[in-house]
C-alpha cells in the first residue's frame, strides 16, 4: 500500500518544477514516452483518440518544462488559428487582407519581444542616457521563439495563398503542441506536417530502426559528449581564459564548436527519432554542417529549419525588394538576414556580432566569386579533393572564431581567448594536456571522427537495427543507456537552445 508521503512524491512528479523540468533523456520522460507508445499500440485503430492522447501529452509534457508559460502557448495557437481563417475570408479585399496580417505579425512579435528584448532594449537606452531604467523580472518562456515561427509560417502562408486555413482546430493545436519540437525545433511548417495528422501513421520496421538509431545517437551526442566536454573542460576555459594556455584556449574552442553541434544536433535527433515512432516526419535540421565548403554551406546544414525560413520569409522578400540596387541590394539583404538570425538567438550584441561575421563571411565570398574562381582554373585546383579538404578545414576555423563570440558572456573575454591562443600559445604544454584531459581530448576526436565519417554508415547502422529483433533493440537501446549513465558526472543538463 502506498502512504501519503509516497501519494505526495507521485503527485509532484506530474507538477511542474522549475529545477527539474521534463527533458528528453529523463528517466521520468522515458518512462512516460513509454506509456504514449502502449496507448498508441491500444488505440491503432483509432486515430482520433491517438491524437488527442498526444495532445493531452503534448501540453503536459510543455507544462513540466515551462510551467505556467503554457497559457501563453494556447493563446498564441488559438490566436493564430482564427488570424489565418481571417486572413483567407479577406481574400477580396487586399487592403484589410494585408492590414490583418500586418496586425497578426505585430502581435506574434510583440509577445516575442516583449519576453526576449525588453531589458536589452532598456539597458540600450540607458547606454546612450536617454533615461535610467531598471531591468524588469521577465523569464522568457521555453521555446516561445519557435513555435511563434511556426505560427508566423502558417499566417503569412495563407496569406501568400501557398497553404490554405486548417479546418480542425485540433489538428493546428497538434502542430503547435507537438511535443518533440515545441521546445528547440525543428521549426516545421503547417504544409508538411498537417497532411501527415489525417495521413498514413503507420510504422515500418525501417521507421523503427531509424528511430531507436536517432534516438541513441542523439542520447550519446547530448550526455556522453556535449555535457561532458561542457563541465569537465569547456566552460572552465571559458570562464577564466587567461588562466590557460593559447593552446588549451584553442582546444576549448574547438571543444565548445562541438559541444554546440552535439546538443543541439542531439536533440533533434531525438526528437525526430521520438516523432517517427508516433509516425511523424519532422523537418530534418543538421546536415554534417562541419563537412560544409563555405559559410553559406554551412547554413545549408546547420539549423536548416531556422535558415530556411529566414531565406523564404525575408532573405527573398528583402532580395526583392532591393532588386534595383544590386549588388547592394543582396549584400543589405543578407546582413540584415544575418544580424536577425544573431538577434533570434538572444538579446545580446554578442548574438548581433555573431550574426554579422557570418554575414561578412557571405558576402566577402559572394565579391570575391569571380577572382576565386579564375585563381582555382589557373591552379588547376577547381572541383579537387584536395581543394575541397582545404575549403571544409578554413569554413571550420572561421565557423569556430564566430562561436567563441556567441559563447563568450563579452568581448573582453573574446580578446582574451585570443590574446592567448596568437600570443601565449606554448605547444610544449601539449603532452601534459593530452594527459591531463585524455578522455576529453578522446570523446572530442571521436565526435569530429564520426562527423567525418562517409555518411553511408548511418544508413548500414539504421538497416541492421531494422533487421535486429525487438529484444535485440531493446538491449542495444539499455547498453547505450547504461553507457550514457556511466560517463554522465551530474544531472542532464538543460540544452544550450532552451534559452534561445
Not at 582545404?390 to 563568450?408: D, K
Amino acid at each position: 500500500m502506498f502512504n501519503s508521503i509516497d501519494i505526495i512524491k507521485l503527485i509532484n512528479l506530474f507538477v511542474y518544477d522549475p529545477h527539474n523540468p521534463l527533458l528528453f533523456g529523463t528517466s521520468l520522460f522515458l518512462f512516460l514516452f513509454f506509456g504514449l507508445l502502449v496507448f498508441y499500440r491500444i488505440f491503432a485503430n483509432n486515430k482520433n483518440i491517438r491524437i488527442i492522447g498526444v495532445l493531452v501529452f503534448s501540453l503536459f509534457f510543455y507544462y513540466k518544462a515551462a510551467g505556467a508559460f503554457f497559457i501563453i502557448l494556447i493563446v498564441s495557437t488559438i490566436f493564430n488559428f482564427y488570424a489565418g481563417k481571417i486572413i483567407a475570408s479577406l481574400k477580396t479585399d487586399t487592403t484589410k487582407r494585408l492590414l490583418f496580417l500586418i496586425i497578426t505579425l505585430v502581435i506574434n512579435l510583440g509577445a516575442l519581444g516583449y519576453f526576449k528584448y525588453t531589458n536589452f532594449f532598456l539597458q540600450i537606452l540607458n547606454d546612450i542616457h536617454l533615461g535610467k531604467f531598471e531591468p524588469l523580472d521577465i523569464f522568457l518562456p521555453i521555446g516561445i521563439s519557435f513555435y511563434t515561427f511556426k505560427a508566423l509560417s502558417y499566417v503569412i502562408d495563407i496569406y501568400l495563398e501557398t497553404f490554405q486555413p486548417v479546418k480542425s482546430f485540433r489538428d493546428f493545436s497538434l502542430f503547435m503542441f507537438f511535443f518533440p519540437n515545441i521546445l528547440i525545433g525543428p521549426i516545421d511548417r503547417a504544409a508538411t506536417f498537417i497532411p501527415q495528422i489525417e495521413g498514413d501513421q503507420s510504422i515500418t520496421k525501417g521507421d523503427i530502426g531509424k528511430a531507436i538509431f536517432l534516438i541513441m545517437f542523439g542520447l550519446l551526442k547530448k550526455v556522453a559528449v556535449a555535457d561532458y566536454i561542457s563541465i569537465n573542460f569547456v566552460d572552465r576555459v571559458f570562464e577564466v581564459p587567461l588562466r590557460f594556455t593559447g593552446f588549451e584556449n584553442l582546444m576549448a574552442a574547438y571543444g565548445y564548436a562541438i559541444q554546440m553541434y552535439c546538443d543541439f544536433s542531439g536533440y533533434t535527433d531525438m526528437a525526430l527519432g521520438i516523432a517517427l515512432l508516433l509516425g511523424f516526419n519532422l523537418t530534418e535540421n543538421f546536415r554534417w554542417p562541419y563537412k560544409a565548403t563555405s559559410i553559406a554551406d554551412f547554413w545549408r546544414r546547420w539549423h536548416i529549419s531556422l535558415s530556411s525560413w529566414l531565406l523564404d520569409y525575408l532573405f527573398r522578400p528583402l532580395q526583392i525588394k532591393f532588386r534595383n540596387v544590386q549588388p547592394i541590394g543582396n549584400i543589405a539583404a543578407l546582413m540584415i538576414t544575418f544580424i536577425v538570425i544573431g538577434l533570434w538567438h538572444g538579446a545580446s550584441w554578442m548574438y548581433i556580432v555573431f550574426g554579422a561575421i557570418h554575414g561578412f563571411y557571405i558576402t566577402f565570398s559572394l565579391l570575391t566569386k569571380k577572382i576565386k574562381k579564375k585563381f582555382f582554373e589557373l591552379t588547376h585546383l577547381a572541383d579537387t579533393k584536395s581543394l575541397k579538404v582545404v575549403q571544409i578545414i578554413i569554413t571550420f576555423h572561421l565557423v569556430v572564431f564566430a562561436f567563441i563570440i556567441f559563447r563568450a558572456p563579452d568581448f573582453m573575454t573574446v580578446s582574451n581567448i585570443l590574446s592567448q591562443i596568437f600570443n601565449s600559445f606554448h605547444p610544449e604544454v601539449i603532452p601534459q594536456f593530452l594527459s591531463g584531459y585524455t578522455f576529453i581530448f578522446e570523446l572530442m576526436a571521436f565526435a569530429m571522427l564520426v562527423h567525418y565519417l562517409p555518411e553511408g554508415w548511418r544508413y548500414k547502422v539504421q538497416e541492421w537495427l531494422s533487421n535486429t529483433p525487438l529484444i535485440g533493440q531493446a538491449l542495444i537501446l539499455a547498453v547505450v543507456i547504461w553507457i550514457v549513465i556511466q560517463v554522465k558526472s551530474a544531472d542532464l543538463q538543460p540544452y544550450l537552445y532552451f534559452k534561445f
